[in-house]
Structures are given as structure tokens and as C-alpha cells.
């Protein structure tokens, strides 16, 4: 990480009953850097926003911001704002008493003029100046969810929190506000944490996505990297898509491992790391992005495989082929670009073999006990 | 049978009775009442007539007035004693008590003495009250006082404890409920923002809860406004309400005329009521949204 942190977690660990929601989490946050949380529900990424915001109190471990110890402080002594998942704007104020609100409380009650300067700029800054007198049921829900942005913003907090600040919108709007929130972060250089459970927010926005797997960090590092280079097949079959195929792990030949598919085909040449702790003859699993199938007879150091197609889902751009490989119960997913159809007239037919090929660095081998 | 013969027997057959009962025994009666408000009476019978004779007494004599001012005041300060107990109580139980289980459960202890017969309940502390009762004897027994005291029963403090204590459940309910509807969210939105415990109760909670405390008050006001069992069980002399002397006029003093302008009296007073609680409950519920 470049800049200081501006968060840490030390080992922090938090159980409800007899629910361990988070399992001593380790994460620093740096100033200025956008992190996303991302995991099913379930997986502990609210309750770390939660410790970090001060609606839950940690049971071990720490929480610093700027330097210093938080862990007990209530949240209205944290230099943290939060955008809420359902933004809880007060239903009796208007927009700008709401925007407001941070500016009057007793323990940092601003004079008049600058709260109203404070207040107009907010609004300004979301695009919302002119429904200022408006109550929050006037408004819909992407306006909401500005005033939201609006009146975390105007305390001017060191770190913003996000609780799945897009989840409910919808697929238009959400995409454009994406675009609104990256722009926002650039403009504004403060640190945003933001929690959600849709990979492809994650991806879009953040400098680094921490993927969190029952109350444990599962891998943390930036977009790219969790995408190309996914530590589990949990992870990789979280962001984005992946097909995993079970397989034997049959040789090693240097840093680079063959396996063999229940269908009797082998694939050579895939990279594996001395602390896989993956031995010859050992049960794996192979994760491929279906992107990077290609069809047709394999190039020179391409593995080749066929398959049965089973169906053809459109999706506008591209198709998405459905295989099956023989032996193997689990489909799998090929996407053919529709420029690349076009040019040969046809779209694999259901029933009809396919053959397609990979080149070994956009495959990626796992112990199969890894699978979650 | 054509479909538009049908509509009207279907709609004659489902609200014929509600409304028979309607007439017959709401609005016949306020007419009655609102009749006889002017007649005068020639001992000893009533005869029909239209002149303001009852009300030119009912606002000449003090005695009327007094009694009326006094059931006010009693109606009042129940209601301000009632919420004093019952808003901490609601509050407590929403965001206090953590257990679901132990809520509905402490809830329901509320609840339950509405089921009890009222004449029973108010009753019940003529006996604590009195001379022989238990608060007479629980001093006695604690060597506080040497003789008994007459001085907890038959007057206004009495009847105000006894209609809060029968009344509270009234306030408690509508507050529960409004406290119960305000999100987590937007408490914790409040302290986000930099406000602390009370900042958040005086600004988020306490406005939000507003329509619960105002239908509790307008029971509780109305209820004990019009009470009648109270004034005769532990009121005494000094604690006559106007539902007593409302009685009294068409009983033993004989006088329908009289007591009739006195109870149209009272419905436009309790009108006056439900109305300014109409208006701050729109205000209220505008607020919530």
C-alpha cells in the first residue's frame, strides 16, 4: 500500500451467541484508497463496516483511524460518515435539514452562514440543489440516495462508509450512479469503504477489493489481480464467472503442473506455486474464465478439449455456449463474441460436439479440498 | 335480475342492519338529546319547547361551570401523569430490553388489566386507599403513623391515581407502537452525524413518536373526561365530576332538560378535543412519512 493507513483492524473478532461473525480480521485501509468488502450475505462484511462506523463494539482486537485507538468509541466520536443501505433519511426534516443535520448537532454545531454555504455546496455537489425544501418522500430513489451521499459528506469525515449504498436501485441507475461515486472518490480524496455483495460494483470501483468468506478475509489486492489471479476457487468463482473442473493432478515438470479431466483429456503447462501444497496423484480442481476459451482446433501449446453443446444463451454482444464434458456433471461455460459467429455463419448447435482450447496461463489449478 | 338490481338488493341486504343500528341508537339519541337540550321543564314534567333557558343556567350558575373546569383539570392532569409514565415505559420496553421474548412478555403485563373488569380495577384502590386499607396499613406496620389517615381517599389526588392507573395502558400502546415503527437506521444515522444519546431522543425519536403520544393523550383525556365510576368510587364530594352531575339531573334532581344541554355540552367539548388531536396527528403522521 502506497499511503498511511488511515484504518486498521488488529485482530479484530466479534461473535453473536455463538455466532462467530468475524474471526480475528486483519486489513489496513489507506488514505485516499476506495476498498470494497465484498462476500455473501452473511460473511461478515457488515459487521466489519459496522465496527468501523461504531455500532458494534469489537470483542478482541483493535480499531485505529487516523493513529488512534477507536475500538470503544461510541459513533458520534468517530471522524467516520456512513451512507446507510436504505440511506435512513429523517422522514421529518426536509433535504436540507437533513444535509444539515452533522452541521448542527451540539458537538459540532457550525454558525448559520457557513452551514447554509456547507449545506448548498453538498447539494451542489450531488446535483440536488433545487430540491432543497423537499421532504425525503418526495424524492426518488436515486435522489434519496444522493441526499444520503450529501449529508455524510458535509461533516467532510476522514473515511466514508458504504452499506450497499447502490443495492436499491436499479440496473440503469445503478450503473450510472457507479460512475458518479468513482468521480466523487477522484474529486473528493477521501477514503471510501464500501460494502456489497455485487462483484461487478466491486471490480468497477474499487483501488483494492478485500472478498470475505465466512468472517475471514479470503483474499485482498486490487481488481486485476483478484481477477486474474484468484487465490481459491472461491474466489474465483465469486468474481466473475468460473468454470471449475475436477481433475488429477499428474505431473510436475518444473513450476508448471499437468492434469488429467475425467474425460481422459490432459492439460499441461499451468503455473503452480511450491505452496499449493498440490502432490502427484492428488484430487484438483482447474478454474478457467469463460472468456478465455477460445473454439476451434487448439494453436501449438493450447490444451484441446471437446465437448457436447447442451444449449446457447443469448446475451446481446455475446453467447454463451453450455458444454459437457463426458464424465463431468458440472457444465461448462464458453463465451463466444458474436463478431466471431457472424464470420462463420453459425451458432454451435445443442446435441452437436465442440471442440475449443486453452492457453495454460489462463488456467488456474487448485487442491480440490480448497472448494467451498 | 339485471346487474343494477342486484347491486342495490346485495347492497341493501349487507347494510341495512349496521345502518337501522346507526340510527336507532347513535343518531336518534344525539337528536333526542340536542331536542330535549331546549326544552323546559314544569314540575313535574318536561314540556317541548325552544329556548336557552338550561344553558343560560348551566353558564350562570358556578356550580356547573366549577364541575366542568374541575373534570377538565382531572382529564388534564391524567393525561399529563399518563404519558410521564407510560412514554419512559414504552420507550424502555422498544429499546431497552433487548429480548424479543422478554418484550412481549413484559408488554402484554401492560395489556392485561384491560381485561380485567374496569369497576374492579377502580375498586381495587378504594381498598388501598382507604381507612382500613393496605396503604394505611403498610404506614402503620412501618411505625410511620399511630392511627389510620383518611386523608388518601375521596378527593382529586385519589381519582387522578385511580384514572391513570386505568387509563395508562391507553398510552402506552399508541407510544409502543410509534416507538416500535421509528427504524434502528436512522438512530444510528443520528449518532453517525455527531449527535449523542439525548441529542438523538429530543431531535429523531421524540419527534417521530409524536402521533403515538397524541391519539394516548386524546384516549386518555377523552376516557377520564367522561368518567363516571371514579367521581363515585373514590372521588368524595370535593372530586364531582361532570359525568356525576350529568347522572344526578336524570335521576334524582329530575331534570332532562338540564342535563341534556349539559351532555351536548361535554359531546362539543370532547368534539373540540378530537379535533385539535386530528390536526396534530396530520402533522404527526407527515412527519413519519
Not at chain 1, 164 to 183: G, W
Not at chain 1, 218 to 231: K, N, T, V
Not at chain 2, 80 to 98: C, E, H, K, N
Request: aromatic share 8%; charged share 15%.
Amino acid at each position: 500500500m502506497a499511503s498511511q493507513p488511515i484504518v486498521t483492524l488488529e485482530n479484530v473478532t466479534k461473535a453473536y451467541g455463538t455466532f462467530t461473525a468475524l474471526h480475528e480480521i486483519n486489513l489496513e485501509i489507506g488514505t485516499g484508497e476506495f476498498v470494497t468488502l465484498l462476500g455473501p450475505s452473511g460473511c461478515g462484511k457488515t459487521t466489519t463496516l459496522r465496527l468501523i462506523g461504531g455500532f458494534e463494539t469489537a470483542d478482541k482486537g483493535r480499531i485505529t483511524l487516523a493513529g488512534s485507538d477507536v475500538t470503544q468509541e461510541p459513533p458520534y466520536r468517530r471522524d467516520i460518515n456512513t451512507v446507510f443501505q436504505d440511506y435512513a433519511l429523517f422522514p421529518h426534516m426536509t433535504v436540507a435539514e437533513n444535509v444539515g443535520y452533522g452541521l448542527t448537532v451540539r458537538a459540532n454545531r457550525k454558525p448559520k452562514e457557513e452551514r447554509v454555504r456547507r449545506v448548498a455546496e453538498a447539494l451542489a455537489l450531488v446535483g440536488l440543489s433545487d430540491k432543497a425544501e423537499r421532504t425525503p418522500q418526495q424524492l426518488s430513489g436515486g435522489q434519496r440516495q444522493r441526499v444520503a451521499m450529501a449529508r455524510a459528506l458535509v461533516r467532510r469525515p476522514k473515511v466514508l462508509l458504504l452499506d450497499e449504498p447502490l443495492s436499491a436501485l436499479d440496473v440503469k441507475l445503478r450503473e450510472a450512479m457507479q460512475v458518479e461515486l468513482k468521480h466523487l472518490h477522484q474529486k473528493l480524496g477521501i477514503t471510501f469503504l464500501m460494502v456489497t455483495h455485487d462483484q461487478e460494483e466491486a471490480l468497477v470501483l474499487s483501488d483494492r477489493v478485500a472478498v470475505m468468506q465466512g468472517g475471514r478475509i479470503a483474499q485482498i489486492g486490487p481488481p486485476a489481480e483478484l481477477y486474474d489471479r484468484p487465490a481459491s476457487p472461491y474466489v474465483a468463482d465469486f468474481i466473475g464467472a468460473a468454470n471449475l473442473i475436477a481433475c488429477t493432478f499428474t505431473a510436475r515438470e518444473g513450476g508448471l503442473a499437468k492434469v488429467r479431466l475425467a474425460d481422459g483429456s490432459l492439460m499441461s503447462g499451468i503455473e503452480v506455486g511450491p505452496g499449493q501444497g498440490l502432490e502427484v496423484g492428488d484430487k484438483a480442481l482447474i478454474a478457467i474464465r469463460p472468456e478465455r476459451m477460445q473454439a476451434g482446433p487448439a494453436p501449438a501449446g493450447s490444451s484441446a478439449l471437446a465437448a457436447t453443446v447442451v444449449n446457447q444463451l443469448f446475451h446481446g454482444g455475446r453467447f454463451q455456449i453450455e458444454l459437457r464434458l463426458d464424465g463431468i456433471e458440472a457444465p461448462i461455460f464458453v463465451d463466444i463474441a458474436r463478431s466471431s459467429v457472424a464470420a462463420d455463419g453459425s451458432v454451435p448447435q445443442t446435441g452437436s460436439r465442440m471442440d475449443f482450447h486453452v492457453a495454460p496461463p489462463d488456467v488456474l489449478v487448485y487442491r480440490a479440498e480448497d472448494r467451498a | 335480475m339485471k346487474a343494477s338490481t342486484r347491486k342495490v338488493v346485495g347492497f341493501w341486504l349487507l347494510f341495512s342492519l349496521p345502518l337501522l343500528w346507526t340510527v336507532v341508537f347513535l343518531l336518534m339519541p344525539y337528536g333526542a338529546m340536542g331536542m330535549m337540550s331546549f326544552w323546559a321543564r314544569k314540575f313535574p314534567l318536561f314540556v317541548p319547547d325552544f329556548q336557552w333557558g338550561n344553558y343560560v343556567t348551566l353558564f350562570s350558575d358556578p356550580q356547573y361551570l366549577t364541575v366542568i373546569l374541575r373534570t377538565l383539570k382531572i382529564a388534564a392532569l391524567v393525561t399529563v401523569y399518563s404519558i410521564a409514565l407510560g412514554y419512559p415505559l414504552a420507550y424502555f420496553l422498544v429499546f431497552t430490553v433487548r429480548s424479543e421474548k422478554l418484550r412481549t412478555i413484559l408488554y402484554m403485563c401492560v395489556v392485561v388489566p384491560l381485561w380485567v373488569s374496569y369497576l374492579l380495577r377502580a375498586y381495587t384502590w378504594k381498598i388501598i386507599l382507604g381507612t382500613d386499607g393496605a396503604l394505611n396499613s403498610a404506614l402503620l406496620w412501618l411505625n410511620l403513623i399511630d392511627a389510620p389517615l383518611d386523608i388518601f381517599l375521596y378527593n382529586q389526588a385519589a381519582m387522578v391515581i385511580t384514572l391513570t392507573y386505568i387509563f395508562i395502558p391507553f398510552m402506552v400502546m399508541p407510544i409502543f407502537t410509534a416507538l416500535e415503527r421509528i427504524p434502528p437506521a436512522l438512530i444510528e444515522a443520528s449518532q453517525d452525524l455527531g449527535a449523542g444519546p439525548f441529542e438523538t431522543f429530543v431531535r429523531v425519536i421524540m419527534p417521530l413518536s409524536t402521533a403515538g403520544v397524541v391519539a394516548g393523550a386524546t384516549m386518555t383525556f377523552c376516557l377520564s373526561f367522561g368518567d363516571f365510576v371514579a367521581p363515585v368510587l373514590v372521588g368524595g364530594p370535593s372530586g364531582t365530576m361532570v359525568a356525576t352531575v350529568l347522572q344526578s339531573q336524570f335521576g334524582a334532581a329530575l331534570n332532562w332538560p338540564l342535563g341534556s344541554a349539559l351532555a351536548v355540552i361535554v359531546f362539543t367539548l370532547v368534539l373540540v378535543v378530537l379535533q385539535i388531536s386530528s390536526r396534530l396527528d396530520r402533522a404527526g403522521r407527515v412527519a413519519m412519512g
